[in-house]
């Protein structure tokens, strides 16, 4: 039982694609035709994902030389060519849309990260993504925040808790929610409580949470929340969280603003590939 | 060796969001605990995704009670409630996430697509997709085209021919190339070939091509073209297809418009969960 | 997911043979030990599978030397060696009768299917295999019919239309199931119908059928129907097509003949492998 | 890593035919259209394979109903319903070819040992099968063969001591292989040893050999073995085991024959599928 | 790509023990047979793995009747019986040997910790496991840790930073590793230093550190570093913690402390299980 | 379907402890950064699982450098350094603690083993482990036993035949038991019969057992039960065996001892790895 979410997610895109065979180029192309190809932006854009389009291309010739001439996190102009590949010919035409297709939606996701961050620059905040992410491409997509250059929210149910207004429900109450699973998760979890409001900031600050959800809150509530925490718990805000609202909210004094838009709301950026048989 | 893109990819879904276990909910909810959920539309949308969320809860609680008030590819409104599951609290809890994470984007396609076709209602012209689509989510985003109302090209390299300008290099011809493939393929396999210019066309045509695609033709360009080729083949045009131009493509006659743009470009729907504890 | 049903077949194959180990040779071969092998023909055949025999030896000894002195398709004669192998003595015991077992089965296939093509050698038609295939083995089997020099019909369900009795039955009429169907598969399938009857063929003729297939008939019903669709679709045989009937049914003017006895009916070749440790 | 050899041919023969959707079918079938299918037998056999004809379609159908009418081994007469299958016309339809692949294999094995047997009913022989099976089938044709009433030898190299001429060319002697052999393996394996002359029975006697193989030996060679040899171990007769030589070798008083014809020279039984929509 | 540890590794077990078919029942008992059996203790336990027994009986026979008297975590005395199974008799005899290999083990460490709890019953110190588990078993016997009633520490590498000497070394030092690591991972990880001496406890407070590990020290030096912390951070100690030490180290002050021994020290419990055929 | 449980143990114990990620040495330690590891006894031991060992570095970097001072099975002193590994510094720290619980493990048994075997050196009898070992484990334990010296028992319920007091009781006899089994297994099986009573001994004579296991008998019994049996079939004794009574049933004329405490027994070794970063 191998985990590895990215190399089976590689294996799945040949695959749905490939299935048995790809019936134009292997009637055409013979096995030892060798040709060259070069991935070029279409715009500007930070590009990510390359060591995925490596992988989609040695796994269809284990031989092929792939040259990056950057880096994931790279600033990229239109026209430039970024990535070189040399090998079967088939490969290379076969590969090509998959190799592509993770290109576009990882540097997509970079792109879209970088431009959040540069309406915050200079500024003490934290920007993070959340769980809506693609299904499948949870590790992808949160490695793209981090090439744009935000940070992480946790990667999952199982790395971070983050007690929501249901899990206090059935508790009966903050308090007894926090103390209830402190006693149970490692002692290397923060605990981190989502708020509504000015009465659940408190009770959370009285059960000892280490991080406190502001949630869809507006400027002014976050405000009177941020005094009232005053250092006891760091102070995450989330909802609502787009390009016109994210620099008023990180000049409110709060330690993180978490954006679902940075993955579920990025556009692919243009990418293609020419290839020059030999 | 099962082939099963979907239920594979739920699966990873919720592998990769739940890995060994939701420290949350696992630690706060009791099993038995029960609860009920409504999904909701936050914007008007066409819905696509419903079997995948049935699957999602499911394969958490099998004894889930999902109920759908609508069908893949049905207009819903702002605030409609879409489906309402009964079960076990923290199926719910942990299974929330992943489900709307596919029905935001399979929705998104669904609801890209029909506003493309609402362009061009009436008109005798066949709009698809094409393969620029999430790696590994191939078969749910053709599905959602399919919901949107649109129609699909080849699902991969597998099962359909398209010959492009590579295959004809090294073949020779388009002559040759046409001919070799036949040879080769099964003959219920029309045979496609990429055309850059009128001289192409013709080319194509001597060949014997069931299909001709005019890539990044303008619309000069594909009037001449459609002229020349004068129903010997069916015309597919390609490139450059967004909502500006999918209008014009539309008149002049041919017989196919693909659109990458249907897949990579689709926004993610609003959905949310409201969850009520029993 | 990994898609890869050849791969799939021989680690499956490996697997059920050696299970936790090969309790003779393990225990009494030394892992360093030295040898050669050579597998030869018992009689006269054309050789199938050389690859899928060398991908045996390569995963039980990634460093063996495998040489074949023919390639696929190649005319054999009794006793001569087609492929030597050197490594270490263990996996040549060890997957002497793996490879074998893959060998004798696809050079069956592919002799078998060269003896039908030699009754019909310079005549303008297409014999074709079928669906009835070992399971587990369509790809191979297919693979070993192009190897005798006939081709294939559609892999599967999934890249061909073959409409039969009973989804006309349920469609309403020929007519019908063809319009339907037109309006829903990519506009690069062709749709077959199958015809039971000179009746049938002439609704195939109208419903637009692109290719017919005469089930079952008699050479006088043949005749007839070939004259009735004079090259407005194309034609295929198929039914009780053995080397008593192929001629006759050659020399009908028809385009492709399918016959599933090319797979389910051939004989296993004798081939043996002879083993000098060093 | 689940170890079910049947589940997975199953899974892998309904993936290699269906893909990712039987195209015909799912278009123009409606998913709740209910149907019955009756398989026959289309010449007289030995049945075998029920049971994974009955998973093909449970698999596709959960709520299937299947019917037998006879169990594996029975004598089916030409014309004979064995199965009636009811329930959703579309897997039916999707399954039939599937289906019918494993019966007219696992039947032709069943039926081809039944025969082999009836020529020396009455005999105190055992008639064993070999490793000379399609791979990946090996527990399928193993079970077949005794469906068709004979006995297996050991299921691979993992479950049986088969010590051959090159085993014991690397180990210096009969004497050394087997006490070799003998010191390693669990108390509960006997160990054969295989002679091509009488000397090497006479030295697997020496050794301690509990099984003696006689390979490609003639009855006349056969005889003085089984006299030398006088109850000290089993004596199994091996090679060139065909219909015309084995009531003569089932005379010589040898303990076991093994014949690789069970498995790999057994013709396909024929058997359809009449379906009907309701 | 199914994330499932328990699933996989009872599968894996079933398979190792069955291989392709229990020899002994599968040939002597009859598929209706029906039985019941009765797992007792033979020894004073603390019980754990109920769940992984009933998953083991009914992956043999998912009509099986699974009852258990107890809950996980319960004291059982000699003799008691804690499970009761009926059902299929094949499925009984040959998943009994699986069942007790999970049982003994899981029990075995659950009763292993419960000695180790009653030592320091009403001490104000939390006891927790360490990443010494049985490869493949690690969510296993972090569950029967907590069914014995201690605490986890992280479940592996994945999930809780612990920075260490080496990862100090190639860091410059305690502060830059920590700084660094801060901007790195999800603002809901608490950072661990492990820290040898006096003057790193001081450095990994400077730097923030919100646990220290006191690795391998003595009382004297871990009363020192105590006071030293005074509540700045939590205190673990590691290392020769066994049943001699630690009612000594839990008297020193510290937050936490780890104990490998819980699980690789840990003696497999004496069960058997009783079959009675009906 | 591959058939490794090895390979499958070592990816689930590699999945299971680094998940997605080790979070602490991916943030801190470079990708180049090189460094030396050294694998050391804690104590006198015998070692096992230096391949193990290797496999899991090779799977985090296939250039690493892993060089073992001694094989399975010698005997290693306190503080002697048994493995040097070089390579990038990121893979010896995240594979440490997998590889030294792989090691401890199996060292643990192989130790174990070899200390029973002194208790009869010299003796004529074969001490063989039992099926109780860790579920998943089967291959790796039976490995390190016989590292130890010692032989195995069956490997499983696939390649050994065991009646036991159940399969008698539901088959009438073991006169019964025995013929029917006999006649369904393949020649090369032994059968062996466990009897609790001299009558029983008696029974399994008459039936022709090839070996006798003596259930829990005393020493007296044992003697009786040897002398009835006199050469006629093998004597295994089983039940109670431990570094107490080992000697005792040793010199009672038994061929076969079988201890389970062998593998379940075991403790672990002390093994530690001392990593220099370059």
Redesign the interface.
């Known amino acids: 039982?191998?985990?590895?979410?990215i190399g089976?997610?590689?294996?799945?895109?040949?695959?749905?694609?490939?299935?048995?065979?790809?019936?134009?180029?292997d009637?055409?192309?013979?096995q030892n035709?060798q040709?060259r190809g070069e991935i070029l932006a279409k715009e500007p854009l930070i590009i990510a994902g390359i060591d995925v389009a490596r992988q989609v291309f040695k796994r269809l010739d284990s031989d092929i030389e792939f040259i990056a001439d950057c880096n994931d996190g790279d600033e990229i102009t239109a026209g430039q060519v970024v990535i070189t590949i040399s090998g079967r010919?088939n490969a290379l035409?076969?590969g090509e849309?998959?190799a592509?297709?993770?290109l576009?939606?990882m540097s997509g996701i970079a792109t879209n990260t970088r431009s959040y961050l540069s309406l915050i620059k200079g500024k003490n905040v934290?920007l993070?993504d959340t769980?809506?992410?693609?299904?499948?491409?949870?590790?992808l997509e949160k490695y793209a925040v981090r090439a744009g250059g935000a940070?992480?929210?946790?990667?999952?149910?199982?790395?971070?808790?983050?007690?929501?207004d249901?899990?206090i429900?059935?508790?009966g109450s903050i308090k007894e929610?926090v103390a209830?699973?402190r006693?149970?998760?490692?002692?290397?979890?923060?605990i981190?409580v989502e708020a509504d409001s000015l009465a659940q900031v408190e009770q959370a600050l009285d059960a000892g949470a280490?991080?406190i959800m502001l949630d869809n809150m507006n400027p002014e509530q976050i405000k009177e929340a941020v005094k009232l925490i005053d250092g006891r718990a760091?102070v995450?805000v989330s909802g609502n969280v787009n390009k016109k609202t994210l620099e008023i909210l990180a000049d409110l004094n709060v330690?993180?603003i978490s954006a679902g838009a940075l993955t579920?709301?990025a556009?692919?950026m243009d990418l293609s590939m020419r290839?020059f048989?030999e």
Chains 1, 2, 3, 4, 5, 6 share one sequence.
């Open positions: 039982m191998k985990i590895d979410f089976n997610l590689i294996e799945t895109a040949l695959g749905e694609d490939i299935g048995p065979g790809d019936i134009t180029t009637h055409l192309v013979n035709q040709g010919l035409l076969t849309r998959t592509l297709n993770f576009q939606r934290r993070v769980r809506k992410t693609t299904p499948g491409w949870r590790i940070q992480n929210h946790r990667m999952g149910l199982y790395d971070g808790v983050l007690i929501k249901n899990h429900a059935v508790s929610a209830k699973i006693s149970k998760v490692s002692h290397l979890s923060k981190e280490d991080v760091l995450e330690d993180i579920h709301a556009r692919s290839i048989p």
